[in-house]
Each structure stands twice: as structure tokens, then as C-alpha cells.
């Protein structure tokens, strides 16, 4: 039976009933609705609506429901009640009779709802975080795996400048050290407990805000009823982190699979993240990543349905927001799968470490060092640019990488190249060269990697 059948003579429409339901999807948040409501029964016995006898009873009855559906979600999917609100309630009443119908007291669906999604969120974040921790760790012991892997670095997807593996590596862990603090701060923003503001206008029982925030876990109570109930600004603000974290797990995967290709052959994935072609049995493609870039997509549109959703909405509560909870579910669980899934590449991943150093060599990488050989030589930069640019074209006319120029050639462009040009072009020195905070020398690397660890270790 619906919560609000008094005012109504006619039957709801069947296709409207399925239209407007919500428990297919907002089953989820069941544990969420049974401890808001025994916080809630709690604060009720303060304003003298529940005996604590009752209240007892109406706790012990939650909790026999909380277990069970800890033990099967599903079973909430077979009733036809209109949402989760309904659900726990109609269980309830099955449970303790007419007491039950004492629970929704000074309560709305409205204050209930956004209390329900805070609490998941809250818990949400929790995991997010463990999963992102995951992939940094993994990220990390690839770095460490794999220090002494010289591959190139690009601009442009064009070779600029050699760097390592773990240098590539250790990016992608920043960027998820971003993610994280994102979380953490979005977590920070929504602890705040909207129950007890009613339908739109506060709750007319003398409750204590405060302390029902408290019992729920949530650090205060909500300044503003209107705002506690019509305010989604969290749901906006995981979809942006979700698709900042996206666009992150895109950009590896796209990495990946250039590295990858059969052009570059840098990596070879592992066959537990690969799948094979029905028809060209040669074939090993990279589905893992390919999903973790197409999936991206997904989790970007529900920013925007979001965005789109909210954004005329009259205050206070209207049925429109209904519509966050789908979008949210989804990709939050879409980046979840993405990070698990990223950090299941990583582990199975082989560097191909003599085809990564042969294309190092290659694509005249280490023109900026003989452009700071001459300047060293007291040459303008400007002028030791275009020397270098013109040194290029001469090799590339000879077939030949920078340091197989003999002197002789090397002179042709600048009188002052001597014999102590070649150490200074060869490719570990140009590794070892950049050994300022956050470069790709490796005793940057191996201090990043250390550090990298502890902040995990810390957290
Ligand atoms: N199922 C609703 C939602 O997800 C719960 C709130 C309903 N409130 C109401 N006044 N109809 O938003």
C-alpha cells in the first residue's frame, strides 16, 4: 500500500506506478534508510512520541531488518512498494504492528532521502578511496619495477625527450593523489545531516538537530531546511570528481595502448586483460583498456544529466531529483570497476625494455642537450637552437642519430663541438641531467618512489 493513499479515490495508473517507483534502483539504499530511522526513532522519544519501551522495539525491529537485508538485497526487488521509504516502513509495520506507523512522526521522505544518499555517499567515498589507493600502489611498485626502463617521452605524441617507465608511472599516481584529496574534501563538504528538516520547513517537534547528526555519524546538522532538502550539490560534486578520476583512467588507458601497438611494442599485456578476435587468430586486443577509455564516457554524461537535471529547479524538493540517484550509482560504480581494472593491468604488465631504449635513441631525443652543450660553450640559447635544428637536418640527411656524427661532421655546423660532445649525448645523461625536484634523473625517481610508499603507508 502507497504512504499517502487518504487523499486519493482512484487507483494509481499501472504504467504511472511503474513511472514513478523508485525501489529498483533506490533499494540500494536500504541500510541507510533502517539507521536514519532508528536515529530517528531515538529522537523521537525526546519530544515524547515514543515511549522508550516502544522505541526498543521499534530498534529491535530495524535491526532484525538491517540483517537481513545485509544478508539479501535482492529479496526488496520483489515487492512493489514505491521506494525504499516505503519498503522499510511497510516491513516494519509487518514486524511490530501499528507502532510502526508512529516512525514517520515529525519525518519526511524529503529530509529522509537526502539524509539516506549522504549516509551512502559517506560510505561510497570510503571505498573510492581504498580503490584508488590500490591502483597507486600498484603504480608505485610498477615504477619500482621497472626504474632502469628507458623509454621515450612525448610531446605532440611526437619522441621530445627520453624519460623512464617509472617516471610515466609515478604521473598517473599524482594524479590519483588529486583524485583522492578531491574525495576527501567532497567528504568533508557533505557531513552534514539534513534529517530533521521535514518536508521543506523544519520538523515542528522540538528535536535536537545536533545529536541526531551525532547518533547518525554525521559531523553537524544542516543550517537550512529548504536548502537540506532540495541541496545535491554532493551528487554534482562525485560525478565531477568521478569524471576527473575518469578522464585520468582514459588517458592511462590511451597510453597503454599505444605502448601497446604493434608500432610500438613497448608493453605486452597480460592474457588475463586481453581478448582474442572470433575471426584473425593472431589478434590480442587490449578490451581491459579500451573499456576503461569508453566507459569514461558514460561516467561525463551523468555529470551532465546532472547538471541539467538540477539546474531549474524551483526550491524546494521537486520529484525531478528522483533522477540522481541512477546516474550517481552508475558511475560511481563504472570508476570503481576502471580503478580495479586498471590496477589488474598493471600486474601483469611486461616491459619490452630494449624495443622502449632503441626508440629512445631514436627521433634525435637528445637535441636539447646539445643545445645546452653550446650554450655551456657560451653560444645564445637562441642561436644554439638553431644550430642544433640545422645538426638535425644534416643527420637526418646522413641516416644518422646526433652522437654518430664524427667531429669532423659536428664542426660543420659549430667550431666549438669537441670530442666531449658524446658523453654529454649520451641517453643516461640525459636522465641524469634533470635532477631537479620532479624530473626524470634517477635519483629523483627512486626519492619519488620512496616517497610515494610512506604517503601510502600514512594513509
Ligand atoms: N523516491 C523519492 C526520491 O528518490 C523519495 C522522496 C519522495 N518525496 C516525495 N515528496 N514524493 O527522491
Redesign the pocket.
Known sequence: MALWGGRFSQAADQSFKHFND?LRF?YRLAEQDIIGSIAWSKSLVTVNILSIDEQKRLEQALNELLISVQQDAAQILQSDA??I?SWVEQKLIEKVGDLGKKLHTGR???D??ATDLKLWCKAEITDLIKAISHLQLQLVNTAEQYQDAIMPGYTHLQRAQPVTFAHWCLAYFEMLVRDKSRMQSTLARLDVSPLGSG?LAGTAYPIDRELLAQNLGFATATNNSLDSVSDRDHVMELLSNASIGMNHLSRFAEDLIIFNSGEANFVELSDRVTSGSSLMPQKKNPDALELIRGKSGRVFGALSAAMMTFKGLPLA?N?D??E??EGLFDALDTWHECLAMAALVLDGLNINHQVCLNAAKQGYSNATELADYLVAKGIPFREAHHIVGEAVVGAIAKKKALEELTIDEFKLFSQVIEQDVYAILSIESCLNKRNAKGGVAPIQISTAIKKAKNSLNDS
Do not use: T
Open positions: 523508485s533506490d514505491e521506494d521509504h519526511s521522505r524529503n529522509q532521502v518536508a524538493y520529484k531529483m528522483q540522481d540517484k
